[in-house]
Structures are given as C-alpha cells and as structure tokens.
C-alpha cells in the first residue's frame, strides 16, 4: 500500500481527480486529495489559468506543501494532474523521502544541483500537447536523468492534455485506460 498526495490541475477539484483516488483506494492504496482552489472549480482553461494566475504559483505552492506536511511521518507518493503534477514534482525533489512521482499531463521546471536519487518518476503526455512541447520535455527529461530520477515517459499520440478527465473536451477513453493501468502498476510496485 502507497500513500499518495494527488494534486489537481488548473481546472480545480474536478469529479475526474476524486474518481482517480478512486481507482487508486480500489488498488488499496490511502489517498489524499486536498483543494488547492479554495472550492473553485472552472470549466475552461482559460478559466483556470485566471485562476491559478490570481492566486500565484507561490501561493499554490504553500498550499501544497500544507496540505503534505501532516502526512510527512510517511514516504509519500507525489501525484498530480497538469499543474498539479507540476506542484507534485517540486514536492517530490523536496522530500528526500520521496516514495516515488506520477505525473499526469504535467511537469515542472527544476533548479540546477537538485538530486533524485534513484526516485522512480513516470510521466503520462499527449503527443504532441500545447502545454508541454517536444523541446521542453526533452530538456526535462535530461534534467531529470542528471539529477539520477528513474524516469519512464509514456507519450500519447493524437489526444489532448488532460486526456484522462471524461467530463474535458481532451478526454479519449482508450488512452485514459492504458494510461491509468500503467500508473496504477507503477504505484503498485513502488
């Protein structure tokens, strides 16, 4: 059993976010999905990105490292959704106790001389997506590997970013259920 902190993406709290804890609490494992936005929950991205600029990366931060630090006695599992996986990436190379990092549609710039040892990380991506091009996901893929992470990209042909939220106009079934049986073995083994 993993215990994992899962972080929404710019859309807010979504159903989508509380049915991936779902499949994860199936699994056996204990989640915890707190609400970075207050209880805002928006229908567009450029809803949620008004929202995620109002409030600041800063802010959104601290709000995600409150919402783990009652958890700290255990070696989480960092897990998020586009800009939640951003945020759960700057947790995860924080906490040197990290268990591991499942990113879903996002990531997250990293500073020079950050070490991972050995944490595994997958990263689930459109292919292409507008919010994480080709150019950058290589270079963090390299920073990643330099910083000596365990990294397994999985890349998605054809979809759009948040490809694993049914109630998005980017959701597509077939990739969401081969993308959520990878993660759920990557925590599975973890």
Sequence with gaps: MARILLLHSMYGL???VHQAADRFRAAGHDVHVPD?????????????????EEIGRDTLLKRA????????GERLVYAG??????????????????RGLLLMHGTSDMAD???????PVQLHVADPDTYEPVDWLNAWYLRMRRARADVEVFRYPGV???????????????????????????VADL
């Design 14 to 16: 979504r159903p989508a």
């Design 36 to 52: 970075l936005y207050g209880g805002r929950v928006v229908d567009t991205a450029e809803e949620g990105i008004a929202i995620k």
């Design 65 to 72: 490292v409150a919402a783990a630090a009652p958890l700290s």
């Design 81 to 98: 959704f586009s800009l939640g996986a951003a945020l759960a990436q700057n947790l995860a190379l924080a906490d040197e106790r990290s």
């Design 113 to 119: 001389g950050v070490s991972a040892d050995d944490l």
């Design 160 to 186: 759009g970013h948040l490809f694993t939220d049914p109630d998005l106009p980017d959701y597509n079934a077939e990739a969401a259920e081969r993308a959520w049986a990878v993660a759920l073995d990557f």
